[in-house]
T-cell receptor, first 110, second 112 residues
Framework: GEDVEQSLFLSVREGDSSVINCTYTDSSSTYLYWYKQEPGAGLQLLTYIFSNMDMKQDQRLTVLLNKKDKHLSLRIADTQTGDSAIYFCAETMGAQKLVFGQGTRLTINP | NAGVTQTPKFQVLKTGQSMTLQCAQDMNHEYMSWYRQDPGMGLRLIHYSVGAGITDQGEVPNGYNVSRSTTEDFPLRLLSAAPSQTSVYFC???????????FGPGTRLTVL
């Protein structure tokens, strides 16, 4: 079945690292994505990883992929107040569509 | 490029009314999709299109119609609005296949 699971909430202190986790079900997914949604806005692509990779780093963002466990994570280093948002992971399901998780609301505490 | 544009940004309907949510993109993308976003449920695919003249159903198509007469436009029609269709609707487009998907700013729809 098509299922992407995320925890709904994460709270971290400013300056700490945030780790947002996601599990997916389709082992044939070609790409896995992380999107960011700020209040009242659409979804903005943050980063993506090919299924044949284990890790991808892009400035403060690190994506880890464990294909055996079908587990994807997004680490945000030195979390800032501007990182407050909802983060969605998504997997490709065939060539036609993306399947999204429920989204994780990241809250930054001063 | 304007990217993906959606109109209106906000809409309130009464039960039984019909309306069309507009979506346009100027990136010459073949793939376009409509999603609805509800609290705690992420984004669910309503309908999608892989090119002009071609549409197909997504996960939650009931109560919605689409058409794709041009590459640029992909309107979503609610034939007889119901309170269960209260949601935020996002249109998205991408060049093809697993390419990066670009989202519009969304339409917030309330059905009373």
């Amino acid at each position: 079945g098509e299922d992407v699971e995320q925890s709904l909430f994460l709270s971290v202190r400013e300056g700490d690292s945030s780790v947002i986790n996601c599990t997916y079900t389709d082992s044939s997914s070609t790409y896995l994505y992380w999107y960011k949604q700020e209040p009242g806005a659409g979804l903005q692509l943050l980063t993506y990883i090919f299924s044949n990779m284990d890790m991808k780093q892009d400035q403060r963002l690190t994506v880890l992929l464990n294909k055996k466990d079908k587990h994807l994570s997004l680490r945000i280093a030195d979390t800032q107040t501007g990182d407050s948002a909802i983060y969605f992971c998504a997997e490709t399901m065939g060539a036609q569509k993306l399947v999204f998780g429920q989204g994780t609301r990241l809250t930054i505490n001063p | 490029n304007a990217g993906v544009t959606q109109t209106p940004k906000f809409q309130v309907l009464k039960t039984g009314q019909s309306m069309t949510l507009q979506c346009a993109q100027d990136m010459n993308h073949e793939y376009m999709s409509w999603y609805r976003q509800d609290p705690g449920m992420g984004l669910r695919l309503i309908h999608y299109s892989v090119g002009a003249g071609i549409t197909d159903q997504g996960e939650v198509p009931n109560g919605y119609n689409v058409s794709r007469s041009t590459t640029e436009d992909f309107p979503l029609r609610l034939l007889s609005a119901a309170p269960s269709q209260t949601s935020v609707y996002f249109c998205a487009s991408r060049r093809g296949g697993a390419d990066t998907q670009y989202f519009g700013p969304g339409t917030r729809l309330t059905v009373l």
